[in-house]
T-cell receptor
Framework: AQSVAQPEDQVNVAEGNPLTVKCTYS??????LFWYVQYPNRGLQFLLK??????LVKGSYGFEAEFNKSQTSFHLKKPSALVSDSALYFC????????????FGTGTRLQVFP | NAGVTQTPKFQVLKTGQSMTLQCAQD?????MSWYRQDPGMGLRLIHY???????DQGEVPNGYNVSRSTTEDFPLRLLSAAPSQTSVYFC?????????????FGQGTRLTVV
């Protein structure tokens, strides 16, 4: 069965510093991976996705993610954090070929301090 | 663009009551789904639909019914509400054609069962 793990419940970082939110996956076949962000009292918003190709994927709001097949990881990164990046971040994987079903991680709360 | 619209935003039910959570999308997406979000558990799939007239169960379907009579609408029915169904519910839709597309989420319905 496909699964994703987000090992950190919360990540704290100072504004201006680089940030990393970790995600590891377990899939049979090719992984199709996503990152979503949830701001308080809002729905999830798409940030970026990996299907195939370059291991560094660029997305919205200056975020990027690095796909590492050998480590089965898809970590979310940003070179310089903003206070407004504080939110709940979810990693997700498509649940098998030929389906749009997504399996989500448990989420990581990012807190950026001024 | 309205995107995915969920109503109501908030609801309090008594144990045993029934209700329907509404979800509508105006993007002509074939795939629609319902998730529940609980602290520390991420998003879990309740039911999904790959097109009008076709629905299937997700990870946590018990106590919920769905139907899909039109492409636009995908209501979620709680048959007899229980306190364990207290949660935040999200509806999502995505394009199921060629290529991997991201899901669009509604703003959520916060349900409390007392």
């Amino acid at each position: 069965a496909q699964s994703v793990a987000q090992p950190e419940d919360q990540v704290n970082v100072a504004e201006g510093n680089p940030l990393t939110v970790k995600c590891t996956y377990s899939v049979s076949g090719n992984p199709y991976l996503f990152w979503y962000v949830q701001y308080p009292n809002r729905g999830l918003q798409f940030l970026l996705k990996y299907i195939t190709g370059d291991n560094l994927v660029k997305g919205s709001y200056g975020f990027e993610a690095e796909f590492n097949k050998s480590q089965t990881s898809f970590h979310l990164k940003k070179p310089s954090a903003l206070v407004s990046d504080s939110a709940l971040y979810f990693c997700a994987v498509r649940d098998g070929r030929g389906t749009d079903k997504l399996i989500f991680g448990t989420g990581t709360r990012l807190q950026v301090f001024p | 663009n309205a995107g995915v619209t969920q109503t109501p935003k908030f609801q309090v039910l008594k144990t045993g009551q029934s209700m329907t959570l509404q979800c509508a999308q105006d993007m002509n997406h074939e795939y629609m789904s319902w998730y529940r979000q609980d602290p520390g558990m991420g998003l879990r799939l309740i039911h999904y639909s790959v097109g009008a007239g076709i629905t299937d169960q997700g990870e946590v379907p018990n106590g919920y019914n769905v139907s899909r009579s039109t492409t636009e609408d995908f209501p979620l029915r709680l048959l007899s509400a229980a306190p364990s169904q207290t949660s935040v519910y999200f509806c999502a839709s995505s394009y199921s054609g060629r290529g991997l597309r991201e899901a669009f989420f509604g703003q959520g319905t916060r349900l409390t069962v007392v």
